[in-house]
Each structure stands twice: as structure tokens, then as C-alpha cells.
């Protein structure tokens, strides 16, 4: 009778307990939902590796939906560009390409034109297009050609592929991707894995740039050369593996992606996702010493590594990279220290379906949506914007400032190792070594640290000197005293022996 009055009770105290909860899901839906969003969405990696959640530095301040100018349905987009208050959608699928007018600061915005068959502009599946001079550089790759147009869409001319032995003649040229910086255009193209294809604005046709480095592997060489011809040609060859995009950062370097790897390629540190390059065409890309620039840097086997199919470099030296795999977006400062990694894959706002390019208007992100076919505007939060104004201080030189404010950050997230090590830098730079040492211990930054120690150590020889010159001198003077003493003993003892010796005799 006990064990069933017992086994009631507690029925009537669960059933009581779920009819609560149901109720507060009901009565307060938002804020579960805005509860859920804030320890979850953003995120960055300490120093081991783990996921530490910190309050969003990005959020969603307003989508573009090209359904609302009737236009017809987006069909497959997969270019962006941004230029001032212009931004331009590559309508892959519909062959055509969608010019905005976009207001900068409440991101209204209006069609302007629509560049394709209908304006004189015979495209066929256009995946890129940037400005340069007063002209429009679409990648045209249906039509196998870079289509340069004016302002007013008038032709000026057309670029196709080379007439060059370095250039494959049975490989179709198929540009994808393309930038301009210092009055040439690179050019990334399907199948072509020499680097990016340079040509000047005149069309001429410069060579290759930026190859990445050869993939050596000495167990696919053995087992060539036990192969048959057939089977070696069947093989891989050691060739440098094939962009996907390419940008410009505010300094006028590209920025490459690549996402032609495999994930153990990525773990022994071969793979190199993301490439700056200089106009020698040299990788300059600087990655923290804990972490790489590789997105996520932990994954499961289901879904692999990220895959960046895009970059955005902003004008404090920060850089967005963009993953298809999760639908995620990362950012870095110069140092390629982590500041924030944000999005997912879903139908809520800030998240996508099947994210494909991005761009950013001053220090906006905007991320097109191939199968949504919405552009999302991420502007900065609060806290975004204090993380932004404390790396621009420090880079501006205002050192005192940049300390201010990243002491409120450390005051929002204590966890935000940036803050630490922001802290530190500046410590650092004010000649305060002994607290530098701790803020950059606590940020596990072991260049900066070391740094921090050498010149600590120095100080501190200098403050001390004085204890050694003292100790030196009445070392010296010990010594100098023992020897005068000892000097003047043995002369008392010979005076002494030898009045010895006068009294025997």
C-alpha cells in the first residue's frame, strides 16, 4: 500500500513539473529562444582547442530579399560584390547579374538595373563581377570569356583564353572567380591548379601567380615507379591544388581559399585553407601559434573540416572567412588570432541554407544564401564594436586607449582571451613587463610572453645593477684586504724569525 501511494505521488509531481514547463514555453517563447541563441551562437577556441562561448560580436541587422523588387526567383546565385552603396548579385542560374542600390545605413534598398541579355549583356551563368576604373569585370564562364563592360554597358572588350604553351589548350577556360589590385585582374579558373591567371586590364595575358606549394608524397612516388604507364597515368600527379576564390584585402594583397584537401592533410598543418599573397606571389599570411586559420579547428568525421569558399578583409587588418560546411563565418585579426566564429546551418535569421559568397560594406558582412537567395546583413553588436575599436587603437598607435577598452571587454566576457592578450600587448608596450608577463600567461601567448620576459629580465639587471656592482666591490675589497693582510703577516713572521735568529747567535 506504501510503495503504490509513493509511486502516485510521484507521478502527480512529475505530470505537475511538465504542465509547468509547458506552461513557460508557452507564456515566454522569445526568451527562450533568445536565451538559447546567446550561449550558443558565437563562439571562439582557447588555447587547448575548446569551444568557449562569448557574447555575439556580430548579429543579423537586415536581410535583402531580391523576391520583394519583382524580379522573378534568384535561381542558384553564387557571386557578391559590394562597392559603396552598389552591390551586385551574380544570378547564376538566370544568367544575369542584379545591381542594388543600397541606402549604408538602414540597408533599404531599391534594383537599379539588371545587367544580362536584356541590357545588351548576352551572359551565361556569370559567377563574379568587381569594378576597377569606372568598368565592370564579369566572370562569364558559361561563355568561356571575362567580360568587361562600362559604366553605361557598353563593351570594351573580352578576355579569353590565352594563346600561351604554359596554358593548357584542351582545358576549357572557365573563369569563376576574379579580383583587381594595381591594374591587373586575377583570375581564378575551373580545372587550372598553376595558381591564379594575371592578365592587365588590356587583356594581355601575364602568367600564373600564386601556386600554391606542391604535395609531395614519397609512398605515391614508390608505387609509380613499380606502375604500369597506364596505371600511372591513372595516378595522381604532384601538382599544387586549385583555388576556389580569391579577394583583395585593404592593402592591396590577395586573399586565396582553397577547399582541396583531405582532413589529415589539414591536421599535419600541409593544407593551407586560406593564403595571403603579396605581389610576388608569396604566402604572408600570419597564423597564431596555437591555432591556424583553418576554421573549426576540431570536427566530426560525419561532416568533415570546414571548406572556406570565401574571404572578407576589412580595413582594420581583420579578415571573415566564410564555411560551406557548417555555414559558419570566422574572423581573425592580423595575427591570425581568432576574434569571433559565428552562423550555422538553418532557417532562423543568421543562419543559411547554403551559404556561397560574402562581401562587407565598411565593417557590415553581407553573406549570400544560394538556396535561400537572401543577402544577411551582420552589423556589429556593442560588444562587437568595442573588440573592433580596441585592435584599431592598437594599430592606430593610441596604446592607453586600446588598453581602456579592452579592459571593458575583459569586464563583459572574462573568458575572451583576446582581451587578455590585448591587455598584455599593450602592458607590453608601455615598458610595464611584470603585469604583461601575467596578462599574456593568462592568454597562453607564448611569442608575445617571451618577448615580455626577455626584456623583463633585462629591466630587472638594469634596476638591480647596483646590488652586483656592491657585492663586486666588497668581494674586490675582501680580496684586496686578505692580500694586504696576508702581505703584512708575512712580514711580521720574517722580521720575527730573524730577530729569532739574531738572539741564537
Known amino acids: ?53 562569448i557574447p555575439d560580436t556580430y548579429c543579423v541587422g537586415a536581410q535583402i530579399d531580391t523576391g520583394t523588387l519583382d524580379i522573378g526567383q534568384l535561381n542558384a546565385p553564387s557571386g557578391l560584390y559590394v562597392s559603396g552603396g552598389r552591390v551586385f548579385i551574380c544570378d547564376t542560374g538566370n544568367n544575369r547579374i542584379i545591381e542594388l542600390a543600397v541606402n549604408e545605413k538602414d540597408y533599404t534598398y531599391s534594383l537599379k538595373r539588371i545587367i544580362g541579355a536584356e541590357t545588351g549583356a548576352a551572359l551565361s551563368q556569370p559567377t563574379d563581377i568587381c ?22 554597358l557598353n563593351q570594351v572588350r573580352e578576355i579569353h583564353r590565352p594563346d600561351s604553351a604554359t596554358v593548357d589548350s584542351t582545358v576549357p577556360f572557365v573563369p569563376q572567380k576574379l579580383s583587381v589590385t594595381a591594374g591587373h585582374i586575377y583570375i581564378q579558373a575551373k580545372s587550372v591548379n598553376k595558381g591564379l591567371m594575371e592578365f592587365d586590364l588590356s ?41 576556389n576564390n580569391v579577394s583583395v584585402d585593404d592593402e592591396g594583397f590577395l586573399m586565396v581559399s582553397n577547399s582541396i584537401f583531405t582532413a589529415a592533410e589539414l591536421r599535419d598543418g600541409s593544407a593551407e585553407p586560406v593564403r595571403r599573397l603579396n605581389l610576388k606571389g608569396t604566402d604572408i599570411l600570419i597564423e597564431n601559434g596555437n591555432q591556424r586559420v583553418i576554421g573549426d579547428i576540431t570536427w566530426d568525421y560525419a561532416t568533415g573540416p570546414s571548406r572556406i569558399v570565401d ?32 552562423g550555422g546551418l538553418g ?26 537567395a537572401l543577402v544577411t546583413v551582420f552589423t556589429f553588436t556593442d560588444f562587437g564594436k568595442l573588440v573592433s575599436a580596441a585592435i584599431g587603437n592598437y594599430n592606430d598607435g593610441h596604446y592607453a586607449e586600446s588598453g581602456k577598452l579592452w579592459r571593458q571587454v575583459l569586464g563583459i566576457a572574462g573568458n575572451y582571451e583576446m582581451a587578455w592578450d590585448g591587455i598584455g600587448k599593450v602592458m607590453l608596450r608601455e615598458g610595464d613587463y611584470e603585469s604583461a608577463l601575467q596578462y599574456l600567461k ?21 634596476e638591480h645593477i647596483w646590488i652586483a656592482v656592491v657585492l663586486i666591490g666588497a668581494l674586490l675589497a675582501f680580496i684586496f684586504i686578505k692580500k694586504v693582510t696576508g702581505s703584512v703577516k708575512g712580514r711580521i713572521d720574517t722580521y720575527e724569525t730573524r730577530m729569532e735568529s739574531h738572539k741564537k747567535l
Open 1 to 53: 500500500m506504501f510503495f503504490k501511494a509513493s509511486k502516485t505521488g510521484l507521478t502527480v509531481r512529475l505530470m505537475s513539473a511538465l504542465l509547468a514547463f509547458l506552461t513557460l514555453l508557452v507564456l515566454f517563447p522569445e526568451k527562450a529562444l533568445a536565451v538559447d541563441t546567446e550561449l550558443t551562437y558565437s563562439y571562439v577556441y582557447d588555447a587547448w582547442g575548446t569551444a568557449v562561448d
Open 131 to 152: 569594378l576597377s576604373d569606372g568598368l565592370l569585370i564579369i566572370a562569364d564562364g558559361g561563355n568561356n570569356r571575362v567580360l568587361i563592360l562600362d559604366e553605361d
Open 203 to 243: 587583356g594581355e595575358f601575364l602568367g600564373y601567380f600564386g601556386a600554391s606549394p606542391v604535395k609531395f608524397d614519397w609512398q605515391d612516388y614508390f608505387w609509380k615507379l613499380l606502375a604500369t604507364d597506364e596505371q600511372r597515368a591513372a595516378m595522381n600527379s604532384f601538382v599544387p591544388t586549385e583555388y
Open 311 to 342: 574571404i572578407a578583409a576589412l580595413d582594420d587588418n581583420s579578415y571573415y572567412i566564410l564555411d560551406s560546411t557548417r555555414g559558419r563565418i570566422f574572423g581573425y585579426d592580423e595575427q591570425g588570432n581568432m576574434l569571433c566564429a559565428f
Open 347 to 372: 532557417t532562423r535569421k543568421g543562419y543559411f541554407s547554403s551559404p556561397s559568397a560574402m562581401d562587407n560594406m565598411g565593417r557590415d558582412l553581407l553573406v549570400l544564401d544560394s538556396q535561400s
Open 442 to 462: 593568462y592568454a597562453s601567448d607564448e611569442y608575445y610572453y617571451s618577448k615580455a620576459w626577455k626584456l623583463y629580465r633585462k629591466q630587472w639587471i638594469e
